[in-house]
């Protein structure tokens, strides 16, 4: 996973906490649902990419055997 999406899910992760702790301290219901929707949207892109650097990690696996054996 590139840096780039890492440090965006993580910006959208702190956002969630930070509208989830403000939602709770102003007793915002909505506010507070949004944050926690934010962190689990983060969550999810994050296993995402874990998912996709480790097909890509098998694809170079098996292309640098292939050429190995050749």
């Known amino acids: ?3 780039t999406d890492r440090l965006s899910n993580a910006a959208e992760d702190a956002k969630g906490k930070v509208k989830e702790g ?5 007793d915002d219901e909505q ?3 949004e944050g926690k ?3 689990a949207k983060a969550d999810f ?8 650097d480790k097909v890509a990690e ?7 055997r292939n050429e ?3």
Not at 22 to 26: L, Q, S, V, W
Not at 59 to 64: A, G, I, K, S, W
């Open 22 to 26: 403000f939602g709770k301290a102003t």
């Open 45 to 52: 892109k994050d296993k995402v990419e874990d998912v996709k």
């Open 68 to 70: 190995n054996d050749a």
């Open 31 to 33: 506010l507070e649902a």
């Open 1 to 3: 996973m590139s840096n």
């Open 58 to 64: 098998k694809y170079n696996d098996l292309t640098d």
């Open 37 to 39: 929707t934010d962190q």
